[in-house]
T-cell receptor, first 114, second 111 residues
Framework: NAGVTQTPKFQVLKTGQSMTLQCAQDMNHEYMSWYRQDPGMGLRLIHYSVGAGITDQGEVPNGYNVSRSTTEDFPLRLLSAAPSQTSVYFC?????????????FGPGTRLLVL | GENVEQHPSTLSVQEGDSAVIKCTYSDSASNYFPWYKQELGKRPQLIIDIRSNVGEKKDQRIAVTLNKTAKHFSLHITETQPEDSAVYFCAATGSARQLTFGSGTQLTVLP
């Protein structure tokens, strides 16, 4: 199993550009989520999904969109990138227990917005 | 919503000594408390977790204690080794159905 994979590993954007961060898992996990990690602030939840077709907002959802058309994939879209979105983004998945189970993190995407 | 505070932000110990990291949470409904370890440039990985119906849990050199009354939980690492050097995050899941992380502790084990 590849586990949780993310692409790209690193991306540079200009302010106002849009892009999609890809996340996929091959463990048949129902629960998937996106976090951003900023220095000194831990990981903050952006959006999460409890299954295909179901998504919900986390702590910091503004400026991001998600969709969940399949169990395997959970892309994160930046609609109009801003310097404040410079961060490291982690995708995570877990079994049906969701937040009350082990979160398996992807390797992360480092995003720089100029 | 839930607020998780973590202390200290940095911790240096001599190899072989013990390390203790403490977290407090605000939501009395929180019932799941995991700890994640993140090495430099790597992804966070679960090292131990505890649920609200348990006061203490051990896994070899690592232990976690939970005091629900005081709303705090702690990570204890005994006989520290250089490979224990990393950033450690506590987290809590509460009534908002979100996993809220603390701000992290940089642990350095000195040889």
């Amino acid at each position: 199993n590849a586990g949780v994979t993310q692409t790209p590993k690193f991306q540079v954007l200009k302010t106002g550009q849009s892009m999609t961060l890809q996340c996929a898992q091959d463990m048949n996990h129902e629960y998937m989520s996106w976090y951003r990690q900023d220095p000194g602030m831990g990981l903050r939840l952006i959006h999460y999904s409890v299954g295909a077709g179901i998504t919900d907002q986390g702590e910091v959802p503004n400026g991001y969109n998600v969709s969940r058309s399949t169990t395997e994939d959970f892309p994160l879209r930046l609609l109009s990138a801003a310097p404040s979105q410079t961060s490291v983004y982690f995708c995570a998945s877990s079994y049906s227990g969701g937040l009350w189970e082990t979160q398996y993190f992807g390797p992360g995407t480092r995003l720089l917005v100029l | 919503g839930e607020n998780v505070e973590q202390h200290p932000s940095t911790l240096s110990v001599q190899e072989g000594d013990s390390a203790v990291i403490k977290c407090t949470y605000s939501d009395s409904a929180s019932n799941y408390f995991p700890w994640y370890k993140q090495e430099l440039g790597k992804r966070p990985q679960l090292i131990i977790d505890i649920r609200s119906n348990v006061g203490e849990k051990k896994d070899q050199r690592i232990a976690v204690t939970l005091n629900k009354t005081a709303k705090h939980f702690s990570l204890h690492i005994t006989e520290t080794q250089p490979e224990d050097s990393a950033v450690y995050f506590c987290a809590a899941t509460g009534s908002a159905r979100q996993l809220t992380f603390g701000s992290g502790t940089q642990l350095t084990v000195l040889p």
